[in-house]
């Protein structure tokens, strides 16, 4: 199984706590995630974010119906978070997001760490689209966030 990462940080002209905050309703989430993949939120709102909570979304990948769930196996204001698909697309999906102060600003940084199924055939989607759909997503997620609280364009970080 072949395990893929992808990192974007972006600069937040907001103090840590109010860019938690924002990320820490749910529902901002159908807000930043890009029109085409029809995301909506099925768990009941308001939804009390901490450690264990769980989160049903549907989506649309390629015209194609998916249900996932989430659980957030670390919640830790106003630090990080960390989300993991219970069920979905991928055979993983780890998703840690982090927030680090600068003064009024925020440093924010997403990583995310997915392995596809299907074997060779999963590293050939990845290579095909899986990639280049997840860079468009969070393409439109960091100029969304550019958009609502003044933030400069997100970026990939060298390793």
Known sequence: MTQYRLVREQWIDRPVDEVFEFFADAGNLETITPPWLRFRILTPRPIAM?????????????????RWRTEIVDWSPPHQFVDQQLRGPYRKWHHRHEFFPDGRRTRMRDTVNYILPFGPLGRI?????????????????GAKIQELLGAEPAFTPAD
């Open 50 to 66: 901490t450690s264990g909570t769980l989160i049903d979304y549907t989506l649309r990948v390629r015209m194609m119906p998916v």
């Open 125 to 141: 989607a990845h290579w095909g689209w899986v990639r280049r759909d997840l860079h468009e997503i969070f393409d439109y997620r």
